[in-house]
């Protein structure tokens, strides 16, 4: 079964420290590779989608790079308001890409 | 452009009742799909329908069902209830089967007691 696992569970950062979270996947013949950012409580909101290895999209502070087998996501100097649980997502295998497998996420908080 | 939408946002229940929750996607899109999040399980797919169909179904029991119409909206429902599904229900919603991203929405909070 595909399997998405994302690292570190939690990063605590101090506001300007940059890091980086990784997801790993273990999917065969991957399609794509979905960032989430979660506020507690709320739904998930969409980031950015990857689809091949060594792409790289940026909004803002964030940064997703992909390879064969993982996808980091670039935190460069953060601000409290950066403070979320971050999720990857892959597409499970089939033709639609409607049901996607997450990882359990990297809960971020940032301080001032 | 409205973003997904989910009714009730919060809903008490009591263990055996039945619960029907609602979900209108984007406007456009055709796929919708449903998600389960809990502190111990993260998210977990229940289902997907595009254009009235199921094209894919999670590892849940037959408790959990759900239907969607022709102007796209979506509703699941849980029959039976039991403590374990309290959790978080999100709805994503996507223009088409395949390449596109899903747009979340802001979920229904389900207690049972």
């Known amino acids: 079964e595909d399997q998405v696992t994302q690292s570190p569970e939690a990063l605590r950062l101090q506001e300007g420290e940059s890091s980086s979270l990784n997801c790993s996947y273990t999917?065969?013949?991957?399609?794509?590779l979905f960032w989430y950012r979660q506020d507690p409580g709320k739904g998930p909101e969409f980031l950015f989608t990857?689809?091949?290895a060594g792409e790289e999209k940026e909004k803002e502070r964030l940064k997703a790079t992909l390879t064969k087998k993982e996808s980091f996501l670039h935190i460069t100097a953060p601000k409290p308001e950066d403070s979320a649980t971050y999720l990857c997502?892959?597409?499970?295998?089939?033709?639609?890409?409607?049901?996607?497998?997450f990882g359990a996420g990297t809960q971020v908080v940032v301080t001032p | 452009k409205a973003g997904v939408t989910q009714t009730p946002r919060y809903l008490i229940k009591t263990r055996g009742q039945q619960v029907t929750l609602s979900c209108s996607p984007i406007?456009?899109?055709?796929?919708v799909s449903w998600y389960q999040q809990t502190p111990g399980q993260g998210l977990q797919f229940l289902f997907e329908?595009?254009?009235?169909?199921?094209?894919n179904k999670g590892n849940f029991p037959g408790r959990f069902s759900g239907r969607q119409f022709s102007n796209s909206r979506s509703e699941m429902n849980v029959s039976t209830l039991e403590l374990g599904d309290s959790a978080l229900y999100l709805c994503?919603?996507?223009?088409?089967?395949?390449?596109?991203?899903?747009?979340f929405g802001p979920g229904t909070r389900l207690t049972v007691l």
């Open positions: 994503a919603s996507s223009l088409g089967l395949a390449g596109g991203e899903q747009f």
């Open positions: 999917v065969s013949g991957l399609r794509g």
């Open positions: 990857l689809y091949s």
């Open positions: 997502a892959v597409p499970s295998e089939g033709d639609s890409w409607g049901k996607l497998q």
């Open positions: 406007s456009g899109h055709r796929s």
């Open positions: 329908y595009f254009s009235e169909t199921q094209r």
